[in-house]
């Protein structure tokens, strides 16, 4: 009896300590997802590669001639900023459960000295409730290609940048080799909506982290889940230096909680 009551405490201290869970919450099927994406020209090209991807994989997806309804309103704008009473405002009228945000970045692609143009390109994605507002999942992926125009290597980057975040946003991205010998570190900072959340994100991979993602964005705050192969210090001194606005607020263990100015 008493081997069994030690298990059961056991299992119950085990639950206890298990992290909520909040941030990581999958994707839940049955539910009908609106999928919009702000950025450059390229944006319709992720948002059809976004809802390709959830039709493949059994979600619902509300149809282009719906989307183009919920673009036209003037909350989406706002909605894409991640405010909440937007974002509810939308569900309520346009009757889906899952606000799909997405953005997407393309500096000018650069020409090399072979004539062909090489661009860059970063999309991320935040999943969130109609209900509540609240994030359930995020994505994010940078992508580099090559192609002979400057469009054709923008758009075969923002292609590739899509289905990575796609993949990151739906648990798929397969786990790091062990010989890479990078730790994970959890970046916590202030943020006022999604775009300034995955901008930081983006900062991130900026200062030399193999990738970076948004982990939760509530309360003004964004948690930041970044790949990285050196130590804390070194990642918050290669992070400042690309953002002056942000200041050390402190450093335990692979945590960095960093405040504005």
Do not use: W
């Amino acid at each position: 009896m008493k081997k069994i009551l030690a298990v059961c405490m056991t299992a119950l201290l085990i639950f206890v300590l298990l992290p909520s869970g909040e941030a990581r919450a999958e994707l839940p099927k049955g539910k009908t997802i609106a999928v919009l994406v702000k950025g450059t020209s390229h944006a319709p090209l992720a948002r059809s590669i976004l809802i390709r991807a959830l039709l493949d994989e059994g979600y619902k997806a509300v149809d282009e001639k719906q989307l183009e309804r919920i673009r036209q309103n003037k909350a989406a704008i706002l909605a894409l900023e991640g405010n909440v009473e937007a974002i509810m405002a939308l569900g309520r009228t346009f009757g889906f459960s899952i606000l799909l945000s997405g953005s997407v970045a393309v500096p000018a692609p650069v020409r090399n000295e072979f004539g062909l143009f090489t661009a860059t390109a970063t999309v991320s994605a935040t999943a969130c409730t109609s209900s509540d507002a609240r994030q359930i999942a995020a994505g994010s992926a940078s992508a580099k290609e090559i192609g002979y125009t400057a469009d054709e290597a923008a758009r075969k980057a923002v292609e590739a940048a899509t289905r990575s975040a796609t993949a990151s946003l739906l648990g798929k991205t397969p786990p790091q080799s062990a010989d890479t010998a990078r730790t994970t570190f959890l970046v916590i900072a202030p943020a006022r909506s999604f775009s300034e959340a995955h901008a930081l994100a983006a900062s991130c991979r900026d200062s030399g982290a193999s990738s970076a993602s948004v982990a939760r964005f509530a309360g003004g705050r964004a948690e930041i889940d970044v790949s990285y192969s050196g130590t804390a210090r070194q990642l918050l001194a290669a992070l400042l230096a690309k953002r002056p606005d942000l200041k050390e607020e402190t450093v335990e263990g692979n945590t960095l909680r960093l405040f504005g100015e």
